[in-house]
């Protein structure tokens, strides 16, 4: 079946390191989603990429949409303890309407 | 903003037994859903809710799950006879449209322990 995948599992960085996580699809998808979720924490929207090779930006926070619409990139400037979480990629279901996530890849910050 | 409400925060139940989880979504939400997070793992898709039925349920909701939206206001998910592997954080979602593209708004969810 459609899956989505995410690596790596666990990042740990110094406060001022920078981040970076990769997702990857199985089949293509007509866009993607990414999700904060902090610690005991429910996931919150961060942003939606729809067109190839698209990137967005929000602050420290650069996500970007493969060409190839089957994988995308979280990467974090400069991380803060602010930024400790973990996040995860959505796509699509091939039914539509549900969204399927990947593993996540969990942040932590070291002051 | 407005917040999708779930109760109750926290559910102990001994296995075998019959549980509600309960949410209330945000009002101009027409899309439902129910996913489910094992401890560390990833958020899974158990069911999708639109128009007073289920438009798609994975392969983890079996004949055990059911859901409802008695009142036009809650979505409930029901657990019939819970087992130990159903222990996890449920969460509540829902969008305002089928749309691909629609975020969802999550619930703070519902842990639930079974014993």
């Known amino acids: 079946g459609q899956q989505v995948m995410q690596i790596p599992q666990y990042q740990h960085v110094q406060e001022g390191e920078d981040f970076t996580t990769y997702c990857n699809s199985s089949?293509?998808?007509?866009?993607i989603q990414w999700y904060k979720q902090r610690p005991g924490g429910h996931p919150v929207f961060l942003i939606q990429l729809v067109k190839s090779g698209e990137v967005k930006k929000q602050k420290r926070l650069t996500f970007q949409f493969g060409e190839a619409k089957k994988n995308s990139s979280l990467h974090i400037t400069a991380t803060q303890t602010t930024d400790v979480g973990t996040y995860f990629c959505a796509g699509p279901g091939n039914q539509g309407g549900k969204l399927i996530f990947g593993q996540g890849t969990e942040l932590s910050v070291k002051p | 903003e407005p917040e999708v409400t779930q109760t109750p925060s926290h559910q102990v139940t001994q296995m075998g037994q019959e549980v509600i989880l309960r949410c209330v979504p945000i009002?101009?939400?027409?899309?439902f859903y129910w996913y489910r997070q094992i401890l560390g793992q990833k958020v899974e898709f158990l069911v999708s809710f639109y128009n007073n039925e289920i438009s798609e349920k994975s392969e983890i909701f079996d004949d055990q799950f059911s859901v409802e939206r008695p009142d036009g206001s809650n979505f409930t998910l029901k657990i019939r006879s819970t087992k130990l592997e159903d222990s996890a954080m449920y969460f509540c979602?829902?969008?305002?449209?089928?749309?691909?593209?629609?975020?969802?708004?999550f619930g703070s969810g519902t842990q639930l322990s079974v014993l």
């Open positions: 089949t293509t998808l007509s866009n």
């Open positions: 979602a829902g969008g305002g449209t089928l749309a691909t593209n629609e975020k969802l708004f």
């Open positions: 009002s101009n939400h027409l899309y």
